[in-house]
């Protein structure tokens, strides 16, 4: 049997491999039980392994890479347009396989146990960070529904709810201000959980060489900085930094007919962790961008006397997306240029 390439659609219980021969015929289906994917595909003769960069792929790429093994991983939504007539796993299989032939497919790099571990850090954060957003908006609507309006901020409303637990007031009821205690005290806990988590990336960070080099750039720091080594490794898979950018969604979405171009707005593709902190990084730093007397101060000078500032901060934050990616690429620091 001679098979040039591997695709394999993954289940939780059930996987479904399709072989194609050099023409691109399909000399080989099966359906396995996960358990027994790796030693049935390391048992066929050496070739390409195709797979979707879905959950648990990377796992198994980095199997099949320490076997010797070319691994090719796609994002779904480019093989989607291959599968053929009606959908069934041999049917995404076989796509899987096919789009891995194309010549100008792109793929997604395996992530090392490191990257892999990082990101798991990352997105339990980022699960804690919103659970804390949830519980304080909980809080603003208890406050609210009995006549008190707290400030925006964290700080405004920790001191709302030092009022809020006065025993005086007699249009708040003891059970209510237990329950107000309770769930402050949850908010502790959670903040506590993320600042130790915020320790651990610090510490990272100054471990990391890639790292270090990163948080040289402003408006990124040391969140951005791991989840950018977490996601993109060393940048190698893109060829230039706005492919970087596009990826983060950073650049307009784009409706062209009849050779007539029509720019809209942000496409928000790729990564959505990385581009919300990217984007509040390039916020918060844009002030003082603006008043650097260098290159970077100036073309934002330029772009903020023409441009809605939210519009600024979302080219700003294409901006450091190019320069993370040359930074990566290069193996240099951030160096800023005078104008």
């Not at 750039?217 to 950018?245: E, K, Y």
């Given at each position: 049997m001679?098979?040039?390439?591997?695709?394999?659609?993954?289940?939780?219980?059930l996987c479904s491999v399709v072989g194609l021969d050099g023409s691109g015929a399909v000399v080989l289906r099966r359906r396995l039980r996960r358990s027994g994917l790796v030693d049935f595909v390391l048992g066929l003769p050496n070739s390409a392994i195709a797979m979707e960069?879905?959950?648990?792929?990377?796992?198994?790429?980095?199997?099949?890479?320490?076997?010797?093994?070319?691994?090719?991983?796609?994002?779904?939504?480019?093989?989607?347009?291959?599968?053929?007539?009606?959908?069934?796993?041999?049917?995404?299989?076989?796509?899987?396989?096919?789009?891995?032939?194309?010549?100008?497919?792109?793929?997604?790099?395996?992530?090392?146990?490191?990257?892999?571990?990082v990101q798991a850090l990352h997105r339990a954060r980022s699960r804690l960070v919103a659970e804390r957003t949830a519980l304080i908006n909980h809080?603003?609507?208890?406050?609210?529904?009995?006549?008190?309006?707290?400030?925006?901020?964290?700080?405004?409303?920790?001191?709302?709810?030092?009022?809020?637990?006065?025993?005086?007031?007699?249009?708040?009821?003891?059970r209510i201000r237990l329950l107000v205690e309770d769930l402050r005290s949850e908010w502790r806990d959670l903040d506590r959980r993320i600042a130790a988590f915020d320790a651990e990336f610090v510490r990272m960070a100054r471990d990391d060489e890639p790292a270090?080099?990163?948080?040289?750039?402003?408006?990124?720091?040391?969140?951005?900085?791991?989840?950018?080594i977490a996601a993109v490794g060393d940048a190698r898979c893109f060829n230039r930094g706005r492919d970087l950018a596009a990826w983060l969604g950073l650049v307009p979405k784009q409706a062209t007919t009849g050779g007539k171009p029509k720019l809209l707005g942000i496409s928000k593709r790729g990564n959505r962790y990385l581009r919300s902190t990217l984007i509040h990084g390039a916020r918060a730093v844009l002030p003082r961008l603006t008043n650097d007397p260098s290159l970077l101060g100036a073309w934002l000078r330029s772009l903020s006397a023409r441009a809605?500032?939210?519009?600024?901060?979302?080219?700003?934050?294409?901006?450091?997306?190019?320069?993370?990616?040359?930074?990566?690429?290069?193996?240099?620091?951030?160096?800023?240029?005078?104008?």
């Amino acid at each position: 049997m001679s098979i040039s390439i591997l695709g394999v659609d993954l289940g939780k219980n059930l996987c479904s491999v399709v072989g194609l021969d050099g023409s691109g015929a399909v000399v080989l289906r099966r359906r396995l039980r996960r358990s027994g994917l790796v030693d049935f595909v390391l048992g066929l003769p050496n070739s390409a392994i195709a797979m979707e960069a879905c959950c648990g792929a990377h796992h198994l790429g980095r199997v099949f890479e320490a076997a010797g093994r070319e691994v090719r991983l796609m994002s779904p939504e480019y093989v989607r347009p291959y599968v053929k007539a009606q959908k069934n796993d041999d049917r995404d299989a076989e796509g899987i396989a096919e789009a891995a032939t194309r010549p100008t497919m792109r793929f997604v790099p395996v992530k090392t146990q490191v990257q892999s571990d990082v990101q798991a850090l990352h997105r339990a954060r980022s699960r804690l960070v919103a659970e804390r957003t949830a519980l304080i908006n909980h809080l603003r609507a208890l406050l609210l529904e009995r006549g008190i309006v707290a400030a925006k901020g964290r700080k405004s409303l920790e001191t709302e709810l030092e009022v809020f637990t006065d025993e005086e007031r007699p249009h708040v009821s003891p059970r209510i201000r237990l329950l107000v205690e309770d769930l402050r005290s949850e908010w502790r806990d959670l903040d506590r959980r993320i600042a130790a988590f915020d320790a651990e990336f610090v510490r990272m960070a100054r471990d990391d060489e890639p790292a270090r080099r990163l948080t040289s750039i402003p408006g990124v720091g040391v969140i951005n900085a791991t989840a950018f080594i977490a996601a993109v490794g060393d940048a190698r898979c893109f060829n230039r930094g706005r492919d970087l950018a596009a990826w983060l969604g950073l650049v307009p979405k784009q409706a062209t007919t009849g050779g007539k171009p029509k720019l809209l707005g942000i496409s928000k593709r790729g990564n959505r962790y990385l581009r919300s902190t990217l984007i509040h990084g390039a916020r918060a730093v844009l002030p003082r961008l603006t008043n650097d007397p260098s290159l970077l101060g100036a073309w934002l000078r330029s772009l903020s006397a023409r441009a809605h500032k939210n519009v600024v901060v979302v080219a700003l934050a294409a901006k450091l997306a190019r320069i993370i990616w040359a930074v990566l690429r290069t193996g240099d620091s951030y160096r800023s240029m005078a104008a």
